[in-house]
């Protein structure tokens, strides 16, 4: 599986078992890659399209993450867009 910027994915931490529908599984999206993990973004649990990492992107394992979609691909894109635009808030 090749995870690349973009892609929109889920968080399955371990102690989920691959259980998508864990609490604690987180739903985002890929901001780069770095050998065995990808720093993401990820939405706010029940806010699907609002940033709970509004700062900067986290490292997260990519043994730990799957692709899933939660939102347009289109929205992804514009914040993307939006959070790597010069004086980004």
């Known amino acids: 599986m090749?995870?690349?910027r973009g892609a929109q994915i889920a968080y399955i931490p371990m102690h989920a078992n691959g259980d998508i529908d864990h609490p604690d599984?987180?739903?985002g999206f890929v901001t780069s890659v770095r050998r065995d993990?990808?720093?993401c973004r990820y939405w706010r649990k029940g806010c699907?399209?609002?940033l709970r990492t509004v700062a900067g992107s986290e490292?997260?394992?990519?043994?730990?993450?799957?692709?899933h979609v939660s939102?347009?691909?289109?929205r992804v894109d514009?914040?993307?867009?939006?959070?790597e635009a010069p004086n980004a808030n």
Do not use: M, P
Request: aromatic share 10%; hydrophobic share 45%; net charge negative.
């Open 48 to 50: 699907i399209g609002e």
């Open 2 to 4: 090749t995870i690349k």
């Open 25 to 27: 599984v987180e739903f």
């Open 78 to 83: 514009a914040t993307l867009e939006r959070i």
């Open 71 to 74: 939102i347009s691909q289109q």
């Open 37 to 39: 993990t990808a720093f």
């Open 59 to 67: 490292c997260t394992y990519l043994v730990d993450i799957v692709r």
